[in-house]
Each structure stands twice: as C-alpha cells, then as structure tokens.
C-alpha cells in the first residue's frame, strides 16, 4: 500500500512554493536594503561612529571627486534597486516575476562593483562590510549558472521524470492539478 507524501499534494506543494518566493523576496529585498548602510550611512550605536563611505577610493582615484560619487551613486541604485525588483519578482508580483532572474543579476554586479569602489573608504573598518561582496558574488553565480542552465537543458533520456505528472498527461502541463 502506498502512502501519499505531503509534497505531492498539489495544494501543499504550492503553498510551499509561494511561501519560500515570499520568504526568499524578502530576504533578497532586505539584502538590496542594507546596501543603504555604505551611503548615506547609518548610526553603530556608537557614540560619534556611523556606517558609511568616506568617498576615499582606489580604482577611481583618477576621477574628480563628483564622479566618483556620481558613479558610486549609480551603482548603488544599482544594487538597491535590481536586488529590490528581483526580490518582488521571487515573492511573486506579476510584472516583477518575469524579469528577477535579470533584476537580481544587475543588483549583485551593481552591488560587487560599489564594494569594489567603496572599499578602502568604508567605515568604521571595511572588514565589517565583508560578507557583502560574498553574498554578492554567490548570488551573481547562482543567476549565471540558472541562466546557462536554461540555455542548455540536459538531454530528454537524462532528466529525471515528473512526480506530478497524471497518466496521460503530457510534461510540463497543468493536467490534474
């Protein structure tokens, strides 16, 4: 006698689907928020000491002062705002949802561009900025590798079977559910 797992229950199956896009959104979309603590920066809670950037940078120190904040500026709306919308999207809103695989990609290169130039002028130590470029680049590579697996699905007779999938009904459709 075989037992029915709760996973292959359609219903259940979907409202996990939907609560971890809700949960997974809303964790990309406070990442893109705490982007905010490099500028404008924020308290420590420290007396006198705040989160933030000095404006003190390696890569661009060639430029005039304005650029470099102009284009520090435009990466971090970069990053705030591609990690925001892929965020949105993961959770499940209709317009967002088609475009977060792209979203969270420009967020995570907008992100891994500002920390590299912000870096040596991040307060109070830049060390304690340091899991930011790391969550970046694993997000940056996970959106690269679902891109490519896309691109190149494994053969037909390689992919496991449907659990899902009624007697008769062809893959990849919504019969029986």
Do not use: K
Request: hydrophobic share 45%; charged share 15%; net charge positive.
């Amino acid at each position: 006698m075989s037992r029915t797992r709760l996973r292959d229950i359609p219903a259940v199956a979907d409202a996990g689907r939907r609560l971890a896009g809700a949960v997974g959104g809303s964790v990309l979309l406070c990442y893109g928020l705490v982007h905010l603590l490099v500028w404008p920066g924020a308290p420590t809670g420290t007396p006198d000491e705040r989160y933030g950037w000095t404006g003190e940078t390696q890569l661009l120190g060639w430029l005039p002062g304005w650029a470099v904040w102009a284009v520090s500026g435009v990466l971090l709306a970069a990053a705030v705002l591609g990690h925001a919308v892929g965020g949105v999207g993961l959770a499940g809103l209709p317009v967002a949802r088609r475009y977060r695989l792209a979203a969270t990609g420009t967020g995570a290169a907008g992100s891994l561009a500002l920390f590299a130039v912000a870096w040596p002028g991040l307060e109070p130590t830049p060390t304690e900025f340091s899991a930011g470029p790391i969550v970046s680049g694993l997000l940056l590579a996970s959106v690269v590798a679902t891109a490519w697996a896309r691109r190149h699905p494994p053969p037909a007779e390689i992919r496991p079977a449907e659990r899902n999938s009624r007697a008769g009904a062809q893959p990849g459709s919504r019969a029986g559910v």
